[in-house]
C-alpha cells in the first residue's frame, strides 16, 4: 500500500517519520513489495506434487475396484438387490433408487478423476490435493468392502461393515470441512463445485442418512426378517434418527443455500418412503408416526430453502406495519346540576380533564380528605 504525497500527510505522521528516520521511498517499497506477495500465483510444493501424482494414480483405480465389486455382487447369488429385499428396515431404500444414486454418484467421480488428470489451473489442484486428497479413494475402497460384507450377511462382516460406513463418514466430513473453509465454491471455479464438491456432498449424504443406520440396525438384528417385533425394536432409534437428521439438514439447508444436499436428501427420502416391501399404506406398512416426521422433515426443508432464497433476491418482503395511536377529541367537562336545597360534598371535586388526558373515557375524580388536611 503506498503512502501518500508528504504535504497531504498530517503533523504527527511527519514527526514520526522524521523521528525514525524512514524516507518516504522506502515505505513506498516495501508496500509495493507487499502487494506483489499478494498477487503472487498459486504453486504446488514437492510434496503436494508427489500427492497429486499419486492422486491421479489411486483414484481411478480406487472407482475401478469399487464398480467391479458392485457389478459382482449384482450378479452373483444370492445378489445385492436379494439381500436388500428380503432385509428391510425403517432405512432400506428401494433398489431401484439406490441403484440410480450409485450411478450418479460414480459418474461425478469419474468426472473428478478426469479433472485432477487434465486442470492445469494451480488453485484447482491445491483443491484437489488438500480437499479430498487420498481420502476419497479410501472411501471407494471401503464402499467396494462394505459391500462384499453386506452380500455375506453374518453377524461379523455386519459389524465390519458399520465400523467401514463410519469411517467413511469421518473421512467425508473432514472433506466437506476443508472444502468448505479453505475452498468454498465461487463462480470462478465451476469444475471445482461440480466435480470436487458435489462428490463429497453425495457420499456424505447418503452413509450420513441412510446406510449407516440401515446397516446398524441389520447389525443388531431390528430387520423384518427376524419377526415383526425385532422390527419394532428399532422404531425409536429410527425416530430419533430422523428428528435429528431433519434437523441438520433444515439448519444445512437454511444457513448455506445448498442445492446440492437439498437434492440428494430429498431423493434418499423418496427412495425410502418408495420401499415396495414398506410402503406408506397398506398392510406392511412403516409406523405412522415415521411416515408424517419424514414428510414433515422434507417439508420444513423445502421452506428453508425456498424462503432465505426469497428474501435475499428481494421476491419476498416482509412488512411491519404500527398502529398510528391519536388522541381522541376532547370531551366537554361534564355539568353536574345539582338539586335545589342540597349542599354539594366539599369532599369530591370534579377536575376538568387536561389535555394530555384528552384520549382517557374514564373522567378523574380527585378526592380531598378533610382528615389529611384536604390533600
Same mark, same amino acid.
Given at each position: 500500500?503506498?503512502?501518500?504525497?508528504?504535504?497531504?500527510?498530517?503533523?504527527?505522521?511527519?514527526?514520526?517519520?522524521?523521528?525514525?528516520?524512514?524516507?518516504?521511498?522506502?515505505?513506498?517499497?516495501?508496500?509495493?513489495?507487499?502487494?506483489?506477495?499478494?498477487?503472487?500465483?498459486?504453486?504446488?510444493?514437492?510434496?503436494?506434487?508427489?500427492?497429486?501424482?499419486?492422486?491421479?494414480?489411486?483414484?481411478?483405480?480406487?472407482?475401478?475396484?469399487?464398480?467391479?465389486?458392485?457389478?459382482?455382487?449384482?450378479?452373483?447369488?444370492?445378489?445385492?438387490?436379494?439381500?436388500?429385499?428380503?432385509?428391510?428396515?425403517?432405512?432400506?431404500?428401494?433398489?431401484?433408487?439406490?441403484?440410480?444414486?450409485?450411478?450418479?454418484?460414480?459418474?461425478?467421480?469419474?468426472?473428478?478423476?478426469?479433472?485432477?488428470?487434465?486442470?492445469?489451473?494451480?488453485?484447482?489442484?491445491?483443491?484437489?490435493?488438500?480437499?479430498?486428497?487420498?481420502?476419497?479413494?479410501?472411501?471407494?475402497?471401503?464402499?467396494?468392502?462394505?459391500?462384499?460384507?453386506?452380500?455375506?450377511?453374518?453377524?461379523?462382516?455386519?459389524?465390519?461393515?458399520?465400523?467401514?460406513?463410519?469411517?467413511?463418514?469421518?473421512?467425508?466430513?473432514?472433506? /466437506? %470441512?476443508?472444502?468448505?473453509? !479453505?475452498?468454498?465454491?465461487?463462480?470462478?471455479?465451476?469444475?471445482? *463445485? =461440480? &466435480?470436487?464438491? +458435489?462428490?463429497?456432498?453425495?457420499?456424505?449424504?447418503?452413509?450420513?442418512?441412510?446406510?449407516?443406520?440401515?446397516?446398524?440396525?441389520?447389525?443388531?438384528?431390528?430387520?423384518?426378517?427376524?419377526?415383526?417385533?425385532?422390527?419394532?425394536?428399532?422404531?425409536?432409534?429410527?425416530?430419533?434418527?430422523?428428528?435429528?437428521?431433519?434437523?441438520?439438514?433444515?439448519?444445512?439447508?437454511?444457513?448455506?443455500?445448498?442445492?446440492?444436499?437439498?437434492?440428494?436428501?430429498?431423493?434418499?427420502?423418496? /427412495? %425410502?418412503?418408495?420401499?415396495? !416391501?414398506?410402503?406408506?399404506?397398506?398392510?406392511?406398512?412403516?409406523? *405412522? =408416526? &415415521?411416515?408424517? +416426521?419424514?414428510?414433515?422433515?422434507?417439508?420444513?426443508?423445502?421452506?428453508?430453502?425456498?424462503?432465505?432464497?426469497?428474501?435475499?433476491?428481494?421476491?419476498?418482503?416482509?412488512?411491519?406495519?404500527?398502529?398510528?395511536?391519536?388522541?381522541?377529541?376532547?370531551?366537554?367537562?361534564?355539568?353536574?346540576?345539582?338539586?335545589?336545597?342540597?349542599?354539594?360534598?366539599?369532599?369530591?371535586?370534579?377536575?376538568?380533564?387536561?389535555?394530555?388526558?384528552?384520549?382517557?373515557?374514564?373522567?378523574?375524580?380527585?378526592?380531598?380528605?378533610?382528615?389529611?388536611?384536604?390533600?
Amino acid at each position: 500500500m503506498s503512502v501518500a504525497n508528504p504535504s497531504a500527510r498530517s503533523e504527527a505522521e511527519v514527526l514520526n517519520q522524521e523521528a525514525l528516520h524512514i524516507p518516504p521511498q522506502d515505505i513506498d517499497t516495501e508496500g509495493r513489495r507487499h502487494e506483489d506477495d499478494s498477487n503472487e500465483p498459486l504453486t504446488l510444493t514437492q510434496g503436494q506434487r508427489k500427492s497429486l501424482v499419486f492422486l491421479q494414480m489411486n483414484t481411478p483405480v480406487s472407482l475401478l475396484c469399487c464398480i467391479a465389486t458392485a457389478l459382482f455382487v449384482t450378479l452373483i447369488v444370492p445378489s445385492i438387490h436379494y439381500v436388500f429385499r428380503n432385509q428391510p428396515t425403517y432405512f432400506t431404500m428401494a433398489p431401484r433408487m439406490e441403484l440410480a444414486y450409485f450411478a450418479v454418484m460414480m459418474v461425478f467421480q469419474i468426472g473428478f478423476c478426469l479433472l485432477a488428470l487434465i486442470t492445469p489451473n494451480p488453485h484447482t489442484q491445491l483443491c484437489i490435493v488438500e480437499g479430498t486428497g487420498s481420502r476419497l479413494a479410501i472411501e471407494n475402497y471401503l464402499i467396494a468392502m462394505w459391500l462384499f460384507l453386506r452380500v455375506m450377511d453374518t453377524s461379523a462382516s455386519l459389524r465390519m461393515g458399520v465400523l467401514a460406513l463410519a469411517v467413511i463418514l469421518i473421512m467425508s466430513i473432514i472433506n /466437506a %470441512v476443508v472444502l468448505r473453509t !479453505k475452498y468454498q465454491p465461487r463462480w470462478v471455479h465451476p469444475f471445482e *463445485f =461440480v &466435480l470436487v464438491h +458435489i462428490p463429497n456432498k453425495l457420499i456424505t449424504v447418503l452413509v450420513s442418512q441412510v446406510l449407516f443406520w440401515d446397516t446398524l440396525m441389520l447389525a443388531w438384528g431390528w430387520d423384518r426378517s427376524n419377526g415383526r417385533e425385532a422390527l419394532a425394536h428399532g422404531l425409536w432409534i429410527a425416530i430419533f434418527v430422523q428428528v435429528v437428521m431433519g434437523i441438520v439438514l433444515a439448519v444445512w439447508v437454511a444457513q448455506t443455500s445448498d442445492v446440492t444436499v437439498y437434492v440428494a436428501s430429498m431423493f434418499l427420502d423418496a /427412495a %425410502v418412503l418408495k420401499f415396495h !416391501k414398506m410402503p406408506v399404506i397398506g398392510p406392511n406398512s412403516r409406523p *405412522f =408416526v &415415521l411416515t408424517a +416426521i419424514m414428510c414433515v422433515s422434507m417439508t420444513v426443508r423445502t421452506v428453508c430453502l425456498v424462503v432465505p432464497g426469497l428474501l435475499k433476491h428481494g421476491c419476498l418482503i416482509i412488512c411491519h406495519t404500527h398502529r398510528q395511536h391519536r388522541p381522541q377529541e376532547a370531551q366537554p367537562d361534564a355539568v353536574i346540576e345539582e338539586p335545589a336545597g342540597q349542599e354539594s360534598d366539599p369532599a369530591v371535586v370534579y377536575v376538568p380533564t387536561p389535555a394530555a388526558d384528552a384520549n382517557e373515557n374514564t373522567r378523574l375524580v380527585q378526592q380531598a380528605d378533610p382528615s389529611y388536611g384536604g390533600l
